[in-house]
């Protein structure tokens, strides 16, 4: 992990180590490859947290939801948990820029210190890996088998992903939520509440979770005991945080918006190497 002190951008992975790691898993046959830890994967955890994201950058609603993972608990309890950063090279829904992978996971170990910092003197391990899996059903089979000792994953994730995780459109050719079946048995969905209408308000986003409580989604497959796997949290921020809204500050040169929304780490890398946003 970087040590503080020195340039953000220095301290971060070497872009052309990261580079040529991930040209090497493109042209092999894995699915998935780990590229950095905090904590040697010798120490056996139980529960294993996992925020997938495009990490585009990566943003304080991403730490946010990290960090929830952690908040109260105590160093021993910690000892039996990982998180999981992981970029997801193909995407359900987005193609692969404006920012390359390889600057995109520079970052993502800049914001692993970052979320260290914050939780600190809490210590618990981090990995980053990437993975060509853009289904959390596919993405969490391989996470089985990556991690033997594991008997929960529990994804991170925001409402947004949650209604995508639900929607039968990503589930061809019966288009039926039916294949989620092993997932819910196997893992839970920790999802922070969206800020902004398009998501409904707090009561639109609580009623879509009633529904599936009360069985009427079961037509589409989707079963209500689902919902006890699925736990909602509070929003830490006030104002509506985007991967999306940082890049425009960044072409805008909008400081206190950046301030506002960046980690530390992650502001000072971007404020050396703007334009990964800015260029094209
Ligand atoms: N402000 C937020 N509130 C709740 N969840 C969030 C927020 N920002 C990101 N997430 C969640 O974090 C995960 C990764 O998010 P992602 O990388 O797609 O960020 P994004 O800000 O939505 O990206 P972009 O703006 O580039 O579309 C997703 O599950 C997403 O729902
Ligand atoms: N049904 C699904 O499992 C499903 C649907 C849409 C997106 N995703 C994934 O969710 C993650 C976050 O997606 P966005 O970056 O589009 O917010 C990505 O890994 C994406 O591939 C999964």
């Not at 995407?91 to 920012?99: E, L, Q, S």
């Not at 009360?214 to 689902?226: L, T, V, Y």
């Not at 809204?245 to 506002?260: C, F, M, Q, T, Y």
């Amino acid at each position: 992990m970087p040590i503080s002190g020195e340039s953000a951008t220095a301290m971060a992975l070497s872009l052309s180590l990261l580079r040529s790691e991930l040209s090497s898993f493109t042209a092999s046959s894995a699915s998935l490859r780990l590229i950095q830890s905090t904590a040697p994967l010798t120490v056996a955890a139980k529960t294993l947290f996992v925020l997938d994201s495009s990490f585009n950058p990566p943003t304080r609603a991403h730490l946010n939801i990290a960090l929830s993972s952690f908040k109260g608990k105590s160093a021993e309890s910690v000892k039996e948990e990982r998180l999981l950063l992981l970029l997801a090279t193909q995407n359900a829904d987005k193609a692969p820029k404006p920012a390359p992978f390889e600057e995109r996971l520079s970052m993502i170990s800049m914001f692993a210190s970052d979320i260290l910092s914050s939780l600190a003197p809490l210590s618990p391990a981090i990995d980053i890996a990437v993975t060509k899996h853009a289904k959390f059903l596919d993405k969490s089979e391989e996470l089985t088998k990556h991690y033997p000792d594991v008997t929960e994953q529990v994804y991170l994730t925001g409402f947004d992903t949650l209604i995508r995780i639900l929607d039968t459109r990503y589930y061809p050719v019966a288009h039926t939520l039916e294949p989620l079946e092993s997932f819910f048995r196997n893992n839970r969905i920790r999802c922070m509440y969206r800020l902004g209408d398009r998501w409904g308000g707090r009561e639109g986003q609580d009623e879509y979770l009633r529904n599936i409580r009360n069985g009427s989604r079961e037509a589409e497959g989707c079963r209500k005991e689902w919902a006890e796997r699925i736990e909602f949290i509070g929003n830490g921020n006030n104002t509506p945080v985007s991967s999306t809204r940082v890049r425009e500050a960044i072409r805008n040169k909008e400081e206190s918006v950046l301030h506002e929304l960046l980690t530390e780490g992650v502001k000072s890398w971007l404020r050396e190497r703007d334009d990964v946003y800015t260029q094209g």
